[in-house]
């Protein structure tokens, strides 16, 4: 589904970012190492890319 495969690429999207990259830990780094929450580009890209909700590529239950 769309989730998983966007959380499947922003790990390999931030390898090389400073936040993963960089030598040390920091506030956006989970205790595992990993980047939470910072869009690995520009802001402006994450906004073209969420600026709809296709419903169809979620499975959304009650």
Not at 8 to 30: A, I, K, L, N
Not at 38 to 53: A, D, I, K, V
């Amino acid at each position: 589904m769309s989730q998983d495969a966007f959380l499947d690429e922003m790990p390999r999207r931030s390898v090389s970012t400073v936040w993963v990259s960089g030598g040390g830990t920091s506030y956006c780094q989970t205790p595992g190492g990993r980047k939470a929450g910072l869009y690995p580009n520009w802001s402006y890209e994450y906004g073209y890319r969420t600026r709809g909700f296709d419903a169809d590529s979620y499975v959304i239950s009650q």
